[in-house]
């Protein structure tokens, strides 16, 4: 991918994404997580009709343009699906990271605002905590969790076309510790996010004929998200893998690139190209 392969700065990411991938057919898009579906993998054009119809569901639960919603999800797949139905809707997403305490993610949604908060097992009863302790009033699971809202339940209300935003409006609300304590927001903007995707294509080459295997999202949200943005947007195939299991994951499925948190190990031998995210 080349800085001309970008998007243009008025249209999104995710709008990108809906649009390049509608026309990959069923090429496999996501593999495994916890949005599970049957099969187990969800095609380049189911993504795009799963992200058109999440946005309408969401949009039908009260999300408004601009409206921050909290991700606290445990691996790559429920991450790329929560992140891109909240911009599709017009939203913001707000990730939260895995390290994070009840306290201090309580912390953060009530700081940014959010009224919905997508989670998934196993962090389903921490998310409803952190939910009582914000403005929180909505959790949306992709599990059939207890006081939670099915995410599937949101695709019955039609598709809506992705949202449109200017480059300047915020398309990623992640959080960073502050050196003394407590939680600072260092929002992205949606300019930002694509000059992220060029910057990082040189380093990070990805094609249609990768399987990405995915760590589950660590505090490094920015980097993270354009990584996986990257490999979706070039028709790659990414994975859900937890970090200790990389090896048994690229026999599985033939693993040719895999994103991995900064300093973490990463077994030696392993036929597979490392792409390291660093804060």
Do not use: K, N
Request: aromatic fraction near 4%; charge should be negative; glycine fraction near 10%.
């Amino acid at each position: 991918m080349t800085v001309t392969d970008m998007p243009a700065p008025h249209s999104t990411v995710t709008q990108r994404l809906v649009g390049l991938s509608s026309a990959r057919g069923e090429h496999p898009a996501l593999v495994g997580g916890a949005a599970a579906w049957p099969g187990g993998t969800l095609s380049h054009a189911g993504l795009a009709v799963v992200l058109q119809t999440a946005a309408a569901g969401l949009a039908w639960r009260g999300l408004r343009s601009q409206d921050v919603v909290g991700v606290y999800v445990p691996d790559a797949v429920s991450y790329v699906l929560a992140v891109h139905a909240i911009r599709a809707a017009g939203g913001v997403p707000s990730p939260i990271g895995a390290a994070s305490t009840i306290a201090m993610m309580a912390e953060q949604l009530t700081d940014c605002g959010a009224r919905l908060l997508v989670t998934a097992d196993p962090l389903v009863p921490a998310a409803l905590s952190a939910a009582d302790g914000s403005w929180v009033r909505q959790v949306i699971s992709f599990d059939e969790a207890p006081g939670t809202v099915p995410f599937w339940s949101l695709l019955s209300r039609g598709l809506q076309p992705p949202a449109a935003a200017g480059p300047a409006d915020l398309g990623l609300m992640p959080y960073a510790a502050r050196p003394g304590g407590g939680l600072q927001a260092t929002p992205v903007t949606h300019a930002q996010l694509t000059a992220e995707l060029g910057r990082l294509a040189t380093p990070a080459p990805v094609s249609s004929r990768d399987v990405v295997l995915a760590a589950p999202p660590d505090g490094c949200a920015r980097e993270y998200t354009v990584l996986l943005d990257l490999a979706l947007l070039q028709g790659a195939t990414v994975v859900a893998a937890a970090a200790d299991a990389l090896p048994d994951a690229a026999r599985r499925y033939g693993g040719t690139a895999a994103i991995v948190p900064a300093g973490a190990a990463f077994p030696a031998g392993l036929p597979v190209r490392p792409v390291t995210v660093a804060c």
